[in-house]
């Protein structure tokens, strides 16, 4: 079946535009998460969604990024106001649950780079 | 202490060699805990649970010390295939955190 799905694969854009990431979870996964992983670190958790709710949102960089999530499905994470430190591999995972033994399934990332 | 600690390595490793890393967790609470493997530039893929009893796949075993707050990756007969970082994830279990280390990068040497 489908997997985790990203669009776009690969983003370039000018400090100060806004961008909008898209991530297509597996059917029938409520939880979806969103991570960022810089050049060589490690993931860094930014979000997760139960349905279309999102209990915490505590490891957003800041007030610049935000995230939703529709229908239980799609969800899209922006960025006002680009910065170059905010260049890195965005990943999206999904998994059947948020509890217990659930395996994430990730997408292949998009991967930002602001100019 | 961080949340989630780990050796960032590398570790370098002959062929056929076993290697063992450990993962430390902060929260005593936790309940779930995983072991993810990132190949170079791809998406991290689980590799295996670990359950408080431990478990074995193959080559790989896994095993939680809950007293210490640790959980281990041994990998036996270690082969080329193996290279990778190996990412440690705890499930915090406070507000559902999911928190994955930083990685151990293993180089397995021919």
């Known amino acids: 079946g489908a997997g985790v799905s990203q669009s776009p694969s690969n983003k370039v854009t000018e400090k100060g535009k806004d961008v909008e990431l898209r991530c297509d979870p597996i059917?029938?996964?409520?939880?979806l998460y969103w991570y960022r992983q810089s050049l060589g670190q490690g993931l860094e958790f930014l979000i997760y969604?139960?349905?279309?709710?999102?209990?915490?949102k505590s490891g957003l960089p800041s007030d610049r990024f935000s995230a939703e999530r529709t229908g239980g499905s799609v969800s899209t994470l922006t960025i006002q106001r680009t910065q170059q430190e905010d260049s890195a591999v965005y990943l999206c995972?999904?998994?059947?649950?948020?509890?217990?033994?659930?395996?994430?399934?990730f997408g292949p990332g998009t991967r930002l780079t602001v100019l | 202490r961080k949340e989630v600690e780990q050796d960032p390595g590398p570790f370098n490793v002959p062929e056929g060699a076993t290697v063992a890393f450990n993962c430390t967790y902060s929260?005593?609470?936790?309940?779930?805990f995983f072991w993810y493997r990132q190949d170079c530039r791809k998406e991290p893929k689980l590799l295996m649970s670990?359950?408080?009893s431990g478990n074995e796949d193959g080559r790989f075993t896994a095993q939680l010390n809950r007293a210490s707050q640790y959980i281990s990756l041994l990998i036996r007969d270690s082969k080329l295939s193996d290279s990778a970082t190996y990412l440690c994830?705890?499930?915090?279990?406070?507000?559902?955190?999911?928190?994955f280390g930083k990685g151990t990068r293993l180089h397995i040497l021919p």
């Open positions: 995972a999904s998994s059947f649950a948020i509890l217990g033994d659930n395996e994430q399934f």
């Open positions: 059917s029938g996964h409520t939880a």
């Open positions: 969604f139960q349905g279309n709710s999102a209990p915490d």
């Open positions: 929260n005593s609470a936790s309940q779930s």
């Open positions: 670990v359950y408080s």
């Open positions: 994830v705890v499930n915090m279990n406070r507000d559902d955190k999911i928190i």
